[in-house]
């Protein structure tokens, strides 16, 4: 889901990789997201995978998603594969075209992934990465809490900015909703990880991210977050929005900045 973590997988495929990223190291992807296009409830300006094809706000999309039988099978065959060859794996990451998190069986999709997991790779960590928004909802952050590791994405702390940059469907979502959660899961998940695009425009429709007031209240909230690790980054790949360019190096730098200075040591800081 996240931008520059991973290619996309090829349409139709539920199972996708080994891949190696310098966040997670080797993994093996998995999409919930099988449909033609993208599935999501953002529509990020910066999106690398286009415009959401298919938006849908929670439990609105009944049919369409994969079976869960088939994410198993699947798994099961690339695991034991990987296995019988010695492979060496860091990751089993929940991913793909969209928002995994909005599979209606999420919760019984991760607990049995993770079984099988277990049985193949034990260490490597069961991984998500994810928009953050569905955490407002118990069944969803209860099942977050069966991940290692965690990778939730924050670009704004304001609401104006929160709307222009990642676009929700629910036009009444609040990012403070979305923090107030985040705060809750950083204090159960092992390896809870903050992802931040930084970026610029040349559309005055749009608001980006790298305002000092913007950075200010970024700073404050992952303060309040204490996540593990904060990983700040920009564009390296197509926007969905052409107007949408990549932040400079002094603006990454600067909101690490920021962040030292209000959290402290609490919080370790990566520029990507
Ligand atoms: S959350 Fe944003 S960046 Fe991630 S898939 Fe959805 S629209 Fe794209």
């Known amino acids: 889901m996240s931008e520059m973590i991973k290619l996309p997988p090829r ?3 539920i199972i996708y990789g080994p891949i190696y990223s310098r966040r997670i190291g080797v993994d093996i992807g ?11 409830n953002f529509n990020c300006v910066y999106c690398q995978y286009g415009v959401t094809g298919n938006p849908v706000d929670y439990r609105k999309l009944k049919n369409g998603w994969v079976k869960p039988e088939l994410v198993y099978k699947a798994l099961e065959k690339t695991l034991s594969n990987l296995l019988s060859e010695r492979f060496k794996l860091d990751a089993v990451t929940f991913s793909g075209y969209g928002e995994p998190t909005l599979h209606p069986k999420f919760p019984s999709i991760v607990a049995k992934v993770k079984e099988i997991k277990e049985n193949y790779y034990p260490t490597a960590k069961l991984t998500l990465i994810t928009n953050s928004s569905m955490f407002k909802y118990k069944r969803i952050l209860k099942t977050a809490e069966l991940f290692d590791q965690i990778l939730a994405k924050l670009d704004a702390a304001t ?4 709307h222009s940059i990642n676009r929700p469907v629910n036009e009444k979502l609040d990012i403070h909703t979305i923090i107030d959660s985040l705060i809750i899961l950083s ?28 950075m200010k209240a970024l700073s404050e909230a992952i303060c309040r977050i204490k ?3 904060v990983q700040v980054y920009t564009i390296v790949r197509a926007p969905a929005i052409s107007a949408v360019k ?23 800081v990566k520029i990507y």
């Open 11 to 13: 349409t139709g495929q």
């Open 30 to 40: 998995i999409n919930l997201l099988i449909q033609e296009g993208k599935t999501c």
């Open 159 to 162: 609401n104006k900015t929160f």
């Open 187 to 214: 204090s159960t998940v092992k390896h809870f990880i903050i992802q931040t695009l930084l970026f610029n425009t040349i559309d005055q429709n749009i608001t980006s991210n790298t305002s000092i007031e913007e």
């Open 227 to 229: 996540p593990r690790e």
């Open 246 to 268: 990549p932040a400079s190096v002094n603006q990454l730098q600067e909101l690490k900045k920021y962040i030292e200075e209000r959290c402290g040591s609490n919080v370790n």
